[in-house]
């Protein structure tokens, strides 16, 4: 007998604010100054709405488990499939390392102290292990975790925002004031502090509205609750990033912000509590309740991916565009080993960083690494679906579409292209900063791994071909 449906629209929506509220790239927007207030309206309107806005059509259109592996395929073929499928994957063990990382450094600094090697192993590994368990599980199943790590996020966000506004009405001065409107016109230069690599930053905040696609059988009515999910959703997302990444702007100054470890949550909560005034002992207390709460919303973070992440690499490798290994489900249908398959390929990356790190600390195997690896191979992995979206509103003309982008044919364009140019931009930027051999010499580490994801990227595709020249 089927059972019942357990995802509804209000878990729908916790869900889609989970996804795309990510609380530990929160800190580093705020390094960009006042500038970063045109940056989140602007690209909130050029990218974040259009993506929502296609990813809805698309996904009631073509409602399918494959998600954007699915849609580019349709347009582009599997080999384009098949490298959307490889970068939408790998990005997440790099995610998942990077938080393991993360947690270790909250942690040592939650207690004020210094973790041993077999420390760093034995918890990081217990990180990377209990989000994989988690990941064998539906949605449906994870929901509890997954509406209160949503909840802790908008503690923690709306908290942040407030001791901004607390600090702005006690004092009546911003740590960035704002005294002409020159001080909110963007830096176009290659700064690599303030410039346009920040706009990656602020992309990666955006990513995840796709995953919803992959919850459908999970939900009562999708292709109704699907599109209300990511607008409502969407708007929340908007509010809960942009009010705290203000907090950090009048609470502390570019300068401060530039140069705490975005990875160090006790170090930049320390930092802003100290600024509004709070006592050490106080300090302490609050940073120990934020630290746990920070954590937590690492866990929830990783089980509301899991599931999409997961069954795009299943779906494709049924579909010949990923290694079989990624195939086999459990009995609720939940594609067990690709969640295993992460689990170890994270391991891997962990052990090797903290590995490394002992031999040498100028390697660099860090938050900061992983998770710039990690936000990079996920862009990588969204460039097709824009061009995807024009091409099946061409090609595809008669297919049903429960939500339809509104606007004609030029407005259309104008939607899929220049969010596909940003997004260009976005992983140029990230990839390159200011485009200097000085700059790649430093960030060798970070340029090794985009260069080893692509070769395992093309022999795979190139597998693929040989696989359709086959048939």
Request: aromatic share 12%; proline share 4%; charged share 15%.
């Amino acid at each position: 007998m089927k059972t019942k449906k357990k995802f509804r629209l209000v878990d729908a929506i916790l869900g889609t604010v989970c996804l795309t509220l990510v609380c530990e790239s929160v800190m580093p927007t705020a390094a960009i100054g006042n500038t970063q207030y045109f940056w989140w309206i602007f690209l909130l309107i050029a990218f974040c709405l259009p993506y929502g806005m296609i990813t809805a059509e698309l996904g009631t259109t073509y409602p399918s488990e494959g998600g954007m592996y699915d849609w580019v395929k349709r347009a582009f073929g599997p080999k384009w499939a098949s490298r959307v499928a490889w970068n939408y994957w790998v990005n997440f063990p790099l995610w998942i390392a990077s938080l393991a990382v993360a947690i270790t450094d909250i942690i040592a600094g939650m207690f004020d102290i210094e973790l041993s090697i077999w420390m760093l192993l034995l918890l990081q590994l217990s990180y990377v292990w209990l989000v994989s368990l988690l990941g064998t599980q539906r949605i449906g199943e994870s929901k509890y975790i997954v509406n209160l790590g949503t909840f802790f996020k908008i503690v923690l966000l709306l908290g942040i925002g407030l001791l901004g506004i607390y600090v702005f009405m006690k004092t009546g001065q911003s740590a960035n004031p704002i005294t002409s409107f020159k001080d909110l016109i963007p830096d176009l230069s290659l700064n690599i502090d303030t410039g346009l690599p920040f706009i990656s930053i602020i992309l990666f905040n955006f990513m995840g509205f796709e995953v919803v696609g992959t919850w459908a059988e999970d939900m009562e009515d999708p292709k109704k609750q699907i599109p209300k999910a990511l607008i409502i959703g969407g708007l929340l997302m908007a509010v809960f990033y942009v009010l705290p990444a203000a907090g950090f702007n009048i609470a502390l100054s570019a300068d401060t912000v530039a140069n705490l470890d975005p990875g160090n949550v006790v170090e930049v909560l320390t930092t802003l509590f100290a600024t509004v005034g709070i006592g050490s002992s106080m300090i302490r207390t609050l940073v120990i309740i934020a630290g746990a709460m920070f954590i937590y919303t690492f866990i929830a973070n990783i089980a509301s991916w899991s599931f999409g992440v997961n069954e795009v690499a299943r779906y494709a490798a049924l579909d010949g565009g990923m290694p079989k290994m990624f195939t086999p489900v459990n009995e609720e249908g939940v594609p067990y080993m690709a969640s295993i398959i992460n689990g170890v390929v994270a391991s891997i990356i962990v052990v090797g960083g903290i590995i490394a790190n002992s031999i040498s600390e100028d390697f660099g195997a860090s938050f900061s690494l992983f998770f710039h690896l990690s936000w990079i191979t996920l862009l990588i992995g969204y460039v097709p679906m824009f061009m995807a979206f024009l091409k099946l509103r061409k090609t595809d003309k008669n297919a049903k579409r429960p939500y339809k982008v509104p606007g004609g044919k030029t407005m259309i364009k104008v939607m899929a292209i220049v969010p596909f140019v940003i997004l260009i931009a976005g992983i140029l930027f990230t990839l390159f900063g200011d485009f200097s051999i000085g700059y790649i010499m430093d960030n060798k580490p970070l340029f090794a791994g985009v260069i080893l994801s692509f070769i395992c990227e093309e022999v795979l595709v190139a597998h693929v071909g040989k696989e359709e020249d086959k048939e």
